[in-house]
């Protein structure tokens, strides 16, 4: 089993009420080599890490007292791209591209 570190270069955006400060997202993610053989193993493990990477690039911002969730899509496709790279495989690279566009 492989792990790879994910969004060690990417940003994400932390609202808070007055400023928008810059904060380091990362998370870790574990995957299956013999996933990486086939079109639809690679397209689970890129699931997973769509998956991963929402979550680690959700922002908060006050919205009329209350706090909403929403996600910081430059955080979200530098997370990805960052983590797809880094597994460093042909077939979810390839993967990655079709779905991408």
Do not use: W
Request: hydrophobic residues 35%.
């Amino acid at each position: 089993m492989k792990h790879v570190l994910m969004g060690l270069t990417a940003l994400g955006m932390a609202f808070t009420a007055n400023a928008a400060e810059r904060e380091q997202v990362s998370s870790e993610f574990s995957y299956s080599k013999q996933q990486l053989q086939t079109k639809e193993g690679a397209s689970q493990i890129l699931e997973r890490l769509a998956e991963t990477a929402l979550e680690a690039c959700q922002i908060e911002h006050p919205y009329h007292q209350r706090y909403s969730v929403g996600t910081d899509d430059t955080c979200y496709d530098e997370v990805l791209a960052d983590a797809v790279a880094k597994i460093d495989s042909a077939t979810l690279t390839q993967v990655y591209l079709e779905q991408d566009g």
